[in-house]
T-cell receptor, first 113, second 113 residues
């Protein structure tokens, strides 16, 4: 069974204090690893898709990386507006095409000014 | 930028009543999904839909649930006889052709009393 575990559960940073969020996964074959941002009471907002180990994607202060067992979301010089829950999800290479994402429980990031 | 939209944003119903949650996926997308998120828990997959058929469904998606694409723009989730434990945020998502990335709507908060 696919498993996605995110750590830490919560992270408090000072503005400008860089850090990383971890997503560890277990899957028979990876079709894709996804990062989303979720604000309270809202739907997940797509950030990145990673397909193979060694791949990296960047967007503003965020950078996502992927290995065969985990993914990291690096946040450089965060601002208060980066405060949100960050979700990791995966697509298993088995099963049907365009099927389910399996989500982790998320990391709640709070950035203090 | 095109977005997935969902109506209503909030729905309160009595246990045993039927509810229909509506979604308008992004216009050129062909793959559609429903997820739910019980307060404080992970986002959980319910069902995926393509070419007017269910592609994949989870154990949660039992006989009380059904999905339909009644016209060229709407995608609905029906819960026939709601239970207290159906109270959750329900998210619709869609994917474009050739992409595994799923784009989520803002959600419908369902409260069953």
């Amino acid at each position: 069974e696919d498993q996605v575990t995110q750590s830490p559960e919560a992270l408090r940073l000072q503005e400008g204090e860089s850090s990383s969020l971890n997503c560890s996964y277990t899957v028979s074959g990876l079709r894709g690893l996804f990062w989303y941002r979720q604000d309270p009471g809202k739907g997940p907002e797509f950030l990145f898709t990673l397909y193979s180990a060694g791949e990296e994607k960047e967007k503003e202060r965020l950078k996502a990386t992927l290995t065969k067992k985990e993914s990291f979301l690096h946040i450089t010089a965060p601002k208060p507006e980066d405060s949100a829950t960050y979700l990791c999800a995966l697509r298993d290479a088995g099963g049907t095409s365009y099927g389910k994402l399996t989500f982790g429980q998320g990391t709640i990031l709070t950035v203090h000014p | 930028e095109p977005e997935v939209t969902q109506t209503p944003s909030h729905q309160v119903t009595q246990m045993g009543q039927e509810v229909i949650l509506r979604c308008v996926p992004i216009s050129n997308h062909l793959y559609f999904y429903w997820y739910r998120q019980i307060l404080g828990q992970k986002v959980e997959f319910l069902v995926s839909f393509y070419n007017n058929e269910i592609s994949e469904k989870s154990e949660i998606f039992d006989d009380q649930f059904s999905v339909e694409r009644p016209d060229g723009s709407n995608f609905t989730l029906k819960i026939r006889s709601t239970k207290l434990e159906d109270s959750a945020m329900y998210f619709c998502a869609s994917s474009p052709p050739g992409s595994e990335t799923q784009y989520f709507g803002p959600g419908t908060r369902l409260l069953v009393l």
